[in-house]
């Protein structure tokens, strides 16, 4: 069975830094597109990042670019997502997904390739909260 599992979250003071890891497991992990979304209280689910099943392709929404780096170990079956300058606005819960079709696309993770729907495989989240 497919699955992911983000790990990594925590409690930081804003302008620190978190490393978030999400590791897949059934499917062959280097032949999709992996996402990071987030969902703050009251709020939609949000896309923020993706990742080209090779790694050579990586794309943000313009709120965390600069700050926020993704990446992805193959051999690891893992993807990360370091974020560096953190803010209370990104309090949030951080969840990773798999793009349906083998290969995918990631070019605009806020708006065609940021789709909840074209994504089958999620993780059950994990909280970040930037608090001082």
């Known amino acids: 069975q497919a699955q992911v599992v983000e790990s990594g979250g925590g409690l930081v003071q804003p302008g620190g830094s978190l490393k978030l890891s999400c590791e897949g497991s059934?499917?062959?992990?280097?032949?999709?597109?992996v996402s990071w979304f987030r969902q703050a209280p009251g709020k939609e689910r949000e896309p923020i990042s993706c990742?080209?099943?090779?790694?050579?392709?990586?794309n943000y929404i313009d709120s965390v670019k600069g700050r926020f780096t993704i990446s992805r170990d193959n051999m690891r079956n893992t993807v990360f997502l370091q974020m560096n300058s953190l803010k209370p606005e990104d309090t949030a819960v951080y969840f990773c997904a798999v793009q349906k079709p083998l290969y995918g696309r990631c070019r605009d993770i806020g708006g065609r390739d940021g789709r909840p729907e074209d994504y089958d495989v999620w993780g059950r989240g994990t909280q970040v909260t930037v608090s001082s």
């Open positions: 990742i080209s099943h090779s790694g050579y392709n990586t």
């Open positions: 059934g499917f062959t992990f280097g032949g999709y597109v």
